[in-house]
């Protein structure tokens, strides 16, 4: 694969995990650096509710909405059936868009349209994410709150049908969680699945807690970086 020279003299991220996944991309080994992360494992989420609440993370304009993704139409088809029949059970959605260069226009109109949806573009904290979130709904993207969900063990379901080559090479493998689904009918059903079967939920959390740990590094991040300045 070809080196990409970035401007850059060094690209630092959280984990070794992460580190192997940039230098696949393309970006030369010894330009990108593991700083390290104090993530932490919290309890599981508890799911006693009959109608879950839903956030659907999205990204930004470098994601389904650049030029390089063929799945524009496939993303709005995805996304707007998987809140239709979200909405047709009662469960609430949260489209939590990222705040800086998002679709929010977009996302305006789809929380307009549905009466269970709303659209929420400013930034949470990690403590508001958890504590209006029962599971989170990726549609082929890997936002920020991924990450985060996995630490918080928040259920994940990732529609993956919406991803082209391209970003299945840039973003984190989905392959290791256990609710990978195709598009926003199997979604829905495995939603259904998990809030009415402990083992499932259980299997669920034991799949996303071994990704959390493969992308754990310990150490310390400001001082590390702070030593390569």
């Given at each position: 694969?070809?080196?990409?020279?970035?401007?850059?003299?060094?690209?630092?991220?959280?984990?070794?995990?992460?580190?192997?996944?940039?230098?696949?991309?393309?970006?030369?080994?010894e330009?990108?650096?593991?700083?390290g992360?104090?993530?932490?494992?919290?309890p599981?989420?508890s799911?006693?509710?009959q109608?879950?609440?839903?956030t659907?993370?999205?990204?930004?304009w470098?994601?389904?909405?650049?030029?390089?993704?063929?799945?524009?139409?496939?993303y709005?088809?995805?996304?707007?059936?998987?809140?239709?029949?979200?909405?047709?059970?009662?469960?609430p959605?949260t489209?939590k868009s990222?705040?800086?260069?998002?679709?929010?226009?977009y996302?305006?109109l789809?929380?307009k349209?549905?009466?269970?949806?709303?659209?929420?573009?400013k930034?949470w904290k990690?403590?508001e994410?958890r504590?209006?979130t029962?599971?989170l709904?990726?549609?082929?993207?890997?936002?920020s709150?991924?990450?985060?969900?996995?630490?918080?063990?928040i259920p994940?379901?990732f529609?993956?049908?919406?991803?082209?080559k391209?970003?299945?090479?840039l973003?984190?493998?989905?392959?290791?969680?256990?609710?990978?689904?195709?598009?926003?009918?199997?979604?829905?059903?495995?939603?259904k699945?998990?809030?009415?079967?402990?083992?499932?939920?259980?299997?669920?959390?034991?799949k996303q807690?071994?990704?959390?740990?493969s992308?754990?590094?310990?150490?310390?991040?400001?001082?590390n970086?702070?030593?390569?300045?």
């Open positions: 694969m070809q080196d990409y020279n970035y401007i850059a003299d060094f690209i630092t991220t959280h984990g070794e995990a992460s580190r192997q996944l940039i230098t696949a991309s393309g970006v030369l080994s330009k990108v650096i593991a700083i992360n104090d993530f932490e494992l919290k599981p989420v799911l006693h509710s109608y879950p609440r839903i659907i993370a999205t990204r930004n470098g994601g389904l909405w650049s030029n390089y993704s063929s799945m524009q139409d496939r709005d088809h995805e996304l707007t059936e998987f809140i239709s029949l979200a909405e047709k059970n009662k469960w959605v489209i990222h705040p800086n260069g998002d679709y929010h226009e996302y305006d789809l929380a349209r549905f009466s269970n949806a709303s659209h929420v573009s930034g990690p403590d994410f504590e209006k029962d599971i709904v990726c549609v082929g993207e890997m936002p709150l991924f990450i985060e969900a996995l630490y918080m063990q994940i379901i529609i993956n049908g919406t991803m082209t391209t970003q299945k090479k973003n984190y493998s989905c392959d290791g969680l256990g609710a990978v689904v195709p598009g926003a009918k199997a979604a829905i059903q495995k939603i699945e998990i809030i009415n079967d402990s083992e499932a939920l259980a299997l669920i959390f034991e807690r071994y990704v959390a740990l992308y754990q590094t310990k150490g310390k991040p400001e001082q970086l702070s030593e390569i300045i």
